[in-house]
């Protein structure tokens, strides 16, 4: 991996075993150059034990983040190589049955220039995290901590870093997340589109 490069990273989620929900967490590559599988075992580590964690409490025993694949990606968003990914298999831990499949969590994300915000929905939640149809108290504080897990720069080594952020597709830049967002205790409804389209 070298300095400047742009990664998509498509996180793979499953719902009783037959609905299928993706997000896309961009990133650019800073610093000195790395091997591949450093960035891999660093996004699959944040993951496991970061991402992950969080989520699966907004989430019923019925879903589960399955996966994740990631991609270098061009300015004109071409694929440029695939570099890695890994099964992670983290079942959701909160008592109840999984929502609609499209009704997810919303967090959205500044990009430090006033048209370009990053979305990022949390899917399958739990109806139990859900009072008079939004989200309880308890959940809007986990999805506090994952939108921090959202927007945070990830350490690959000591002077190598993952910027968190999102690939323009008006001007094929990359704006990296200076910090701040919003989060919203009323489900959206995540659209579907073709695949690393908008997720």
């Not at 896309?24 to 996004?43: C, K, N, R």
């Not at 989430?59 to 004109?76: A, F, K």
């Not at 990914?85 to 999984?98: D, E, F, N």
């Not at 919303?106 to 915000?117: E, F, N």
């Amino acid at each position: 991996m070298d300095n400047g490069e742009i990664i998509r990273v498509v996180v793979e989620y499953t719902s009783l075993g037959a609905s299928i929900g993706q997000t896309v967490h961009w990133y650019e590559f800073q610093g000195p150059g790395v091997a591949d599988s450093l960035v891999t075992s660093t996004i699959t580590s944040w993951l496991t034990n970061d991402w992950g964690p969080e989520w699966r409490q907004l989430s019923s025993p019925d879903s589960e983040l399955t996966s994740w694949e990631g991609d270098v990606i061009n300015p004109d968003f071409t694929v440029d190589r695939n570099f890695g990914g890994a099964s992670i298999g983290l079942a959701g831990t909160t008592a109840g049955q999984a929502a609609a499949a499209a009704d997810s969590a919303l967090m959205i994300a500044g990009a430090g220039v006033p048209t370009k915000k990053g979305k990022k929905y949390a899917p399958f939640l739990s109806t139990g995290i859900f009072e008079d149809g939004v989200l309880n108290s308890t959940a809007l504080s986990v999805l506090a901590d994952l939108f921090d897990e959202y927007v945070k720069e990830l350490l690959v080594i000591i002077g190598s870093n993952l910027a968190a952020g999102i690939l323009s597709r008006v001007d094929g830049l990359f704006y990296a997340f200076p910090g701040g967002g919003t989060i919203t205790s009323v489900p959206a409804y995540q659209r579907r589109r073709k695949p690393g389209v908008g997720i």
